[in-house]
């Protein structure tokens, strides 16, 4: 591969071949602080948004994009007045957003997740809508504190609680709320502005998917900023479209599994053709996300 991936669909799901091809060069990704609170920020750069709280006793970080970057990311942090992350959790377990794992388990970092998560990657896995496989994650990557449905630190006097919502985006996803800043970190239940990748071949379901987006909207206001797992910082107003439209293609897809019909028939009769304008723009068209998706309806 030569040049800049040219696709979100390679910046989620290329995470080997970024690891591994030679030449691709670091600097070509720019990580970029966007400042949230004086406390909170989310970063961006290549595979799924970063959270950050920034306190006098550490660094709370959510997820971690890829390995290569993690030097990147660090620097970055340090620019915001943030120290060596001493808390980390994983909304979930590709690659996009665990591959920083390795290196900062090993500096010390803390490391958290649902426990499918570390199951996932103790394995290793392969994602069949896409031939890839991940390899196990050494032991050093692993998170050392698991959870099964949620999980609360109080932290300089702030709540931050990650929610497990199950057979969603996967098995094992989790959203981080901040109470009292009034921050949610969505994960990949939020992909801000485009068609989701939902991870049917490791429990996702786009049923899942609504379920998952009501419960951060349950805890959401006009005022509450939500960042998602990809695209950039939303509110309660972009959540609310992104579920209309997940319940959108849930009920035609439905109807049309309902009846019998294929994944490649249901692709035939173009039922999202009014929704590609808005959401097929980015890591997937509607014909795509349907082929990904139909298993899981």
């Known amino acids: 591969m030569t040049g800049k991936i040219g696709s979100l669909f390679c910046f989620l799901f290329a995470g080997l071949l970024f690891v591994a091809t030679v030449g691709y060069a670091e600097e070509e990704v720019k990580i970029t602080p966007v400042k949230i609170t004086d406390q909170i920020y989310m970063i961006t750069g290549k595979g799924g948004n970063i959270g950050l709280f920034v306190g006098k006793d550490g660094t709370f970080m959510i997820d971690d994009q890829f390995a290569p970057l993690t030097e990147q990311i660090l620097s970055v942090i340090g620019s915001v007045g943030g120290d060596h992350p001493r808390f980390l959790i994983n909304t979930h377990y590709h690659g996009d957003h665990t591959g920083g794992n390795e290196k900062l388990g090993r500096e010390g970092t803390l490391i958290f997740s649902h426990h499918n998560v570390r199951d996932r990657l103790k394995m290793g896995s392969f994602i069949e809508a896409f031939k890839m496989k991940g390899e ?13 449905k949620d999980l609360s630190f109080h932290f300089e006097g702030n709540t931050i609680t990650a929610r497990h919502v199950p057979h969603a985006h996967t098995d094992g996803d989790c959203f981080i709320h901040f109470r009292e800043a009034n921050v949610i970190h969505a994960g990949d239940f939020f992909f801000n502005g485009l ?7 490791h429990g996702g379901s786009l049923k899942g998917m609504i379920t998952a987006v009501d419960k951060v909207l349950a805890l959401s206001d006009e005022k509450t900023k939500i960042i998602g797992g990809h695209g ?32 490649a028939e249901a692709v035939a009769e173009k039922p999202l053709a009014d929704l590609e304008e808005t959401w097929g723009k980015g890591m997937f068209t509607g014909d795509r996300w349907i082929e990904l998706i139909y298993p899981g309806v």
């Open 136 to 148: 196990p994650t050494a032991p050093e990557g692993l998170p050392v504190v698991t959870f099964s």
């Open 195 to 201: 068609y989701p990748f939902i991870d049917v071949g």
């Open 232 to 263: 950039p910082l939303g509110d309660k107003k972009q959540l609310t479209a992104f579920r209309v439209m997940l319940a959108t293609a849930y009920e035609r897809l439905g109807k049309l599994k309902a009846e019998g019909k294929s994944a």
